[in-house]
């Protein structure tokens, strides 16, 4: 047994006539069109969908809403909720001084309402007379009882459920989320300048306001907006006197590093036209480099976030990791290279775009050992933590508006920034791989890896094609923490230097530093520094964590995740499996999941794929010295542990059967605003298939993460609560989960989407 993903594979001639659920079906889901015709909204009445845009004003009792310069009337009801949507820094409604005091990312620079307390940036608002404090949603607090004239024109977005016809949006529910008006606070004599990115422009935003003051008026949608594609809310009303964009600049693509390169480009293009349209001038800005770094993935030479690999190794890492042509590549060193290089036939086909290669001049900068991009190109994090960066990457951007605004001739350029602006695509010309690359024969390896032969080639970033990576690993396996699936992109902790005189101590090491970890991504997360997907991934990683420790604590050897696989016991027996209950020549048929079958406990087991026993190493006296502990089960639904480290009672068995069929431990990854999660539990397999036939799967559900994250761990519970309690209700439930899953493929696949493309992926309006 080599791996404890939970995975169900099937032959490829059978995959046609076949429903089964693939946790690897990302590749499908991610190249799934975002336009797909809507399906009901999940809590709502038929038919209705998500609307948004920016609100301008009232007429004649409608909400006046603008979105890429069209124009769109809100019918609201009497009894029409609207609903406030605000990020909390602490207790939000002051009522003695009738106020709001919420966070808000990226504040326009200057503005009255806004101050700085401990390096954030406070908002006021004016609380409305009836307005009281009521839930929350994934990143926001909501207060409810606004009344029409109390909204802020210009300065709240709209988010409308309801049902369209011609440009009149018919209400039931209206949410909004304050931005403030960047225009108030804007010097109507320089250019308007509108600054799109990720984390990375975040970090030099604050340079990119300092160089430009008193030069151009500087804003950002206030959020990391995360990859390539770009919300049309953020232009607001740029087709309104005095609202104009004079420059669009934006940036994006390592959000998009798992995409294959015919989407990213389709997504590119999108973006493209979309800022052709809201401004006057467009800059493309390059994407940034992935590090060096990011090809070692061992040892205290990489110990936490901002570790730099000795110099004396620095030449062993300078190479494009040799899958950055692949879907899921990931953030690799040159898949970024290879992004910007997809991208020159469309930039060609628009030559009033201009390009600032941001890129380039990171890289160019990074061959001087005195410049602090050599140390950041040869260590781990893609961010810049610098003042004298970022004031390089700011830079940049700056003297290219300045040019393309009439302030600037490109000769009065600083002349170390000019080989990096290009006023047209004509002069842009991205490389396909890196100037002199270390050959394969001196690439950096990992202990446990074999030499590299001379003949391996190296990648090119150009071609479709890529070549087998050429280190070749020894029959050692990695350790856990360097997998794929458990390396974060920030980290403060190394578990490589774990302490502890025995395997046992330094995993329960790992233990507490994994808990540290989540902690910190947590209040990165509050911050706006990291999406919520890598806390999620943190909190998988803290539980991998647990599951090594309770194996060693358990008298295991190894981590669950490569367990061995057993000698067939002959004491075993049906009533007490082993792993081996799956080694014997009948088991070669696995189930087909999503075919109701009848078939006795023994018979399911007998025919369940082989992977679902993957998962743990089973002891022969299973399930009495069954330890794994399985948490959520519990009246309150909000997490209680079973521990089995006595003979399971009838009255704890009856209590598994009881709860876990009422799917305490079931929920959906975004579905906070679903009255079944309001209180607990979540639902059932069942209760998601039916949901999934009847197109009511909530739109906010949409997002990768529930396939990685909660759907695995819905569906490893109802595995183990099936081999706990031998009641097949729990193997059904497997089945519905994959029913459910095929069903929302070919009839919903935008629900998959990730959530940057599209806020959440909740309607067409949101692409």
Not at 137 to 150: C, F, L, M
């Amino acid at each position: 047994m080599k791996s404890s993903t939970f995975t169900l594979i099937q032959s490829p001639n059978r995959l046609p006539t076949m429903k089964i659920l693939l946790i690897t079906l990302c590749a499908v889901l991610l190249s799934s069109n975002p336009l797909f015709a809507d399906k009901s909204l999940k809590g709502y009445p038929e038919g209705h969908q998500w609307f948004s845009g920016t609100f301008t004003g009232l007429d004649d009792g409608y909400l006046v809403m603008k979105r890429m310069g069209e124009k769109y009337l809100v019918k609201l009801n009497q009894d029409t909720p609207i609903i406030g949507q605000f990020r909390s820094a602490g207790p939000l409604i002051d009522r003695e001084k009738g106020v709001i005091n919420y966070l808000l990312l990226q504040a326009p620079t200057g503005h009255p309402l806004v101050k700085k307390v401990s390096k954030q940036n406070i908002a006021t608002r004016k609380l409305g007379a009836n307005c009281h404090e009521d839930g929350a949603g994934r990143h926001h607090k909501h207060i409810k009882g606004w009344k029409p004239a109390e909204l802020d024109p210009y300065g709240d977005v709209l988010d409308v459920v309801g049902t369209i016809e011609g440009n009149v949006i018919s209400a039931h529910t209206v949410f909004f989320e304050p931005v403030l008006d960047c225009f108030e606070s804007f010097n109507k004599s320089l250019p308007n300048v509108l600054n799109i990115g990720d984390s990375i422009s975040l970090g030099y935003g604050g340079e990119l306001r300092r160089q430009s003051e008193g030069k151009l008026n500087i804003d950002h949608p206030r959020l990391n907006c995360a990859g390539i594609h770009i919300n049309p809310v953020w232009f607001g009303a740029f087709d309104e006197p005095g609202r104009q964009w004079d420059i669009v600049a934006f940036n994006g693509g390592h959000w998009n590093s798992n995409l294959p390169k015919e989407e990213y480009m389709e997504i590119f293009e999108e973006s493209l036209t979309k800022s052709i349209k809201a401004g006057r001038k467009v800059i493309w800005i390059t994407t940034a480099p992935v590090p060096f770094g990011y090809n070692v993935t061992d040892k205290g030479t990489t110990n936490g976030a901002d570790a730099i690999l000795p110099e004396d190794q620095w030449r062993s890492i300078q190479f494009a990791h040799p899958n950055i042509q692949n879907e899921r590549c990931g953030r690799q060193a040159g898949r970024m290279m290879a992004q910007n290089h997809w991208v020159k036939p469309i930039l060609d086909k628009y030559p009033q775009i201009a390009v600032c290669d941001q890129w380039g001049l990171v890289y160019a900068r990074s061959k001087s050992k005195v410049s602090p991009f050599a140390n950041w190109m040869h260590g781990k994090n893609v961010h810049f933590k610098t003042i004298e960066m970022n004031e390089e990457l700011a830079g940049v951007i700056v003297e290219l508006s300045l040019v393309l605004t009439g302030k600037k001739s490109m000769e009065d350029v600083p002349e170390r920034f000019r080989d990096f602006l290009h006023a047209s695509p004509e002069t842009y010309h991205p490389p396909a791989d890196f100037d002199n690359p270390a050959p394969p024969e001196q690439w950096y390896r990992v202990p446990g890896q074999t030499a590299v032969a001379a003949t391996a080639t190296t990648p090119n970033p150009g071609d479709d094609t890529t070549s087998t990576p050429a280190a070749k690993r020894s029959g050692k396996e990695d350790p856990w923490w360097t997998r794929p699936e458990y390396r974060l992109d920030a980290t403060i902790v190394n578990y490589a230097d774990a302490p502890g005189k025995s395997a046992q101590r330094r995993a329960k090491s790992r233990l507490a530093l994994a808990e540290k970890d989540l902690e910190q991504h947590e209040k990165w997360l509050h911050s706006g520094e990291v999406p919520a997907e890598q806390v999620e991934k943190a909190k998988r990683i803290l539980e991998h964590a647990k599951q090594v420790f309770e194996t060693f604590s358990s008298g295991g050897k190894g981590a669950p995740g490569r367990p061995k696989t057993p000698a067939k016991s002959k004491t075993s027996s049906r009533e007490n499996p082993t792993n081996s209950d799956t080694t014997n020549s009948d088991t070669a048929t696995p189930i087909q999941l999503g075919k109701k079958v009848k078939r006795s406990d023994e018979e399911a087991l007998k025919h369940l794929d082989p992977k679902w026993h993957d998962v743990q190493p089973l002891p022969e006296t299973f399930p009495e010295d069954f330890k794994l502990q399985l948490t959520g089960i519990a009246d309150s639904g909000k997490g209680e542990g079973y521990e089995f480290n006595e003979p399971i009672s009838p009255d704890v068995l009856a209590r598994l059967r009881s709860k876990g069929k009422e799917a305490m431990v079931h929920r959906f990854y975004f579905a906070p605003r679903d009255p079944r999660y309001k209180e607990g539990p979540g639902l059932s397999g069942r209760e998601y298939l039916e949901d999934a036939k009847k197109g009511t799967v909530r739109e906010d559900l949409g997002h990768v993460a529930w396939i990685y994250g909660e759907l695995k761990i819905n569906l490893m519970t109802d595995y183990w609560l099936y081999r706990v309690t031998k009641d097949s209700w729990f193997l059904e439930d497997i089945m519905a989960f994959a029913d459910a899953n095929q069903t929302l493929l070919e009839q919903n696949s935008k629900l998959f989407l990730p959530g940057g493309q599209g806020q959440g992926g909740q309607s067409a309006w949101k692409s």
